[in-house]
């Protein structure tokens, strides 16, 4: 088993930033790609962005790209959203996510464990 826990979250103003952190514990060896999703009232959980284990090779929804940054360090077992530039359509619960299995990163129900989630809300 894996346990995530989400922290970071807040209220910023339109056009600040954010950074959310993801530390993992448990069998944290089994996982490879460690992911970021939020959901908004009245809608679907979402995909954000995603990293490898390598943390390398990173993906992205194209409605954060440009703004948002993920990144991990592996020694400290946590994951980073650095978020810039945040825009009031923003404001969702974020998730952080780990899938042992590669393939279908943009996919909720392929990962593997969840966290808590953290509130972002960013007002106009």
């Known amino acids: 088993q894996v346990q995530l826990v989400e922290s970071g979250g807040g209220l910023v103003q339109a056009g600040g930033s954010l950074r959310l952190s993801c530390t993992a514990s448990?069998?944290?060896?089994?996982?490879?790609?460690m992911g970021w999703f939020r959901q908004a009232p009245g809608k679907e959980r979402e995909f954000v962005a995603a990293i490898r284990w390598s943390g390398v090779i990173t993906y992205y929804a194209d409605s954060v790209k440009g703004r948002f940054t993920i990144s991990r360090n592996n020694s400290k077992n946590t994951v980073y959203l650095q978020m810039n530039s945040l825009k009031p359509e923003d404001t969702a619960i974020y998730y952080c996510?780990?899938?042992?299995?590669?393939?279908?990163?943009?996919?909720?129900?392929?990962?593997?464990?969840w966290g808590q989630g953290t509130q972002v809300t960013v007002s106009s």
């Open positions: 996510a780990a899938k042992i299995f590669d393939g279908l990163i943009r996919i909720a129900t392929m990962y593997d464990y």
């Open positions: 448990g069998r944290t060896s089994s996982s490879n790609t």
